[in-house]
């Protein structure tokens, strides 16, 4: 009875001929189809060892499936949330993506001098248009605002001390905590004020001869309500001036504009932070800013210098791609209009007439669900709890999490937002061109 059931089983070279497992090569490649049917036949001969019944076909499918679905692939996402950090932050520009396959795919003058024919700076370039564009002396890019920090610490924090305020002492997400870092850092952790309130006197007093830093950090993940008392910029700025030590600040999400004019609440610009006497701003580029994942350095000439420095840089540092994608966002940020080819922009400026007429057109495609008015959130660490008005397309399902996990399961896989028992598509999330392929998702999953 065994033996029958192992001659039964199929050679492994039957099993990738068989056009459904074949189906799955262009995902996951024929090495990976090949090892993912070896296993399932493994397993096979072990049950029939153990008498136990197996289901080869049904069980190799689901094995490929899985493998599909764990591959690196787009998703349409329909949460509202537009700076999703678990589904890539920001999607990029036509211009940043053309700039990355033609720098990419050859050899450019990353670090050459065409004038002077030796070596040149990678981030020369780049950093005069980003100083150019957040007003600020002088800029540097590193792979990430994590980076950034890293950098700003060790640099200038190291076996010194950093004055940080309580309110302000974050873990700014996958587990990267200011604490952890200055530690590592050798320097020093100062903390002042309490969980609710900072003051210039509590920083006076925090002042000593070992201190070199001043650190704030943007609540980007949380906020502070009530009792709540913050330190002012220009004054700490001044304070810093008089005794010597560098005023730095993690804006993370760093606007570059007044976001009021998308509705959004007032956040304080880049700009503005340099300004008031912040030294250094960190700020990320997949945020706000709507580019490629790298942090961003900006301030004084004098700072950045010790920066550009210090060895750390060598191993923080971006690639070409990430240079070319990240300037031709730039280029687009250098006027109102070429914004609005930064997909970001071009979603927080959707009008809701316009984010209705697609949704009902999907509705229509459908024939199921309705309309709603809602609230789309910035999101990644962005403007903490900040949303804007919105339009979604809502489905009742008496269940809705096997619902949920159908969409994500779909071609493409799609990501919806759960709302008080009802499913919620929301629009502003979704980019444009593939408002059919969402129609395809939700009607193969109902
Ligand atoms: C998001 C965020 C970071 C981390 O930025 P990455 O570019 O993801 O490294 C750091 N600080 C603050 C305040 C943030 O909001």
Do not use: W
Not at 245 to 254: I, K, N
Not at 310 to 336: I, Q, Y
Request: glycine residues 8%; charged residues 25%; aromatic residues 4%.
């Amino acid at each position: 009875m065994n033996e029958n059931a192992m001659r039964g089983l199929p050679a492994v070279h039957r099993l990738l001929s068989d056009p459904t497992v074949a189906g799955f090569e262009p995902s996951l490649g024929h090495e990976a189809v090949k090892a993912i049917a070896q296993g399932a036949l493994e397993r096979a001969r072990a049950a029939i060892l153990a008498g136990q019944h197996f289901d080869l076909e049904r069980t190799l499918l689901a094995d490929l499936e899985n493998a599909a679905a764990a591959q690196l692939q787009p998703v349409v996402n329909a949460t509202g949330i537009l700076v999703h950090t678990n589904l890539g932050r920001a999607p990029l520009a036509r211009a940043a993506l053309d700039a990355a396959a033609r720098i990419g795919a050859g050899y450019s003058n990353l670090e050459f001098d065409l004038g002077e024919g030796q070596r040149g700076s990678r981030y020369e370039r780049v950093g005069a248009r980003l100083a150019r564009l957040f007003g600020a002396q002088d800029a540097l890019v590193v792979n990430n605002c994590a980076a950034a920090v890293l950098l700003l610490l060790d640099t200038f924090a190291r076996n010194r001390e950093c004055i940080v305020a309580r309110s302000e002492l974050v873990e700014i997400g996958g587990g990267f905590r200011v604490p952890d870092v200055l530690e590592r850092s050798g320097a020093r952790l100062v903390e002042i004020g309490t969980t609710n309130k900072a003051r210039l006197a509590d920083v006076e007093r925090a002042l000593s001869p070992r201190t070199s830093l001043l650190l704030r950090t943007h609540r980007s993940n949380f906020s502070l309500a009530g009792f709540v008392e913050d330190l002012d910029s220009r004054e700490l700025a001044a304070l810093a001036q008089r005794s010597g030590v560098l005023l730095v600040e993690d804006l993370g999400s760093g606007a570059l504009l007044d976001m009021t004019a998308f509705g959004l609440p007032r956040e304080r610009t880049v700009a503005e932070a340099l300004a008031e006497g912040v030294a250094v701003v960190a700020i990320s580029g997949d945020k706000l800013f709507g580019g490629p994942q790298c942090g961003m350095l900006l301030g004084s000439t004098l700072a950045l210098g010790r920066m550009r420095g210090n060895p750390l840089l060598r191993a923080l540092r971006v690639d070409k791609t990430t240079l070319a994608m990240l300037d031709a966002t730039a280029r687009l940020h250098e006027s109102d209009a070429t914004r609005l080819e930064i997909p970001l922009y071009a979603m927080l400026s959707a009008s809701i007439d316009e984010l209705r007429r697609r949704g009902e057109a999907i509705v229509a495609r459908i024939g199921q669900g309705r309309i709603v008015a809602t609230r789309a959130a910035v999101g990644g660490g962005a403007l903490p709890g900040a949303t804007m008005d919105s339009v979604a397309i809502a489905i009742e399902e008496s269940d809705a999490d096997p619902f949920a996990r159908r969409l994500r399961q779909a071609r493409p896989p799609t990501i919806a937002r759960i709302e008080e028992g009802r499913v919620l598509f929301d629009l502003r999330s979704v980019l444009p061109d593939e408002d059919a392929a969402l129609a395809d998702a939700i009607a193969a999953s109902l």
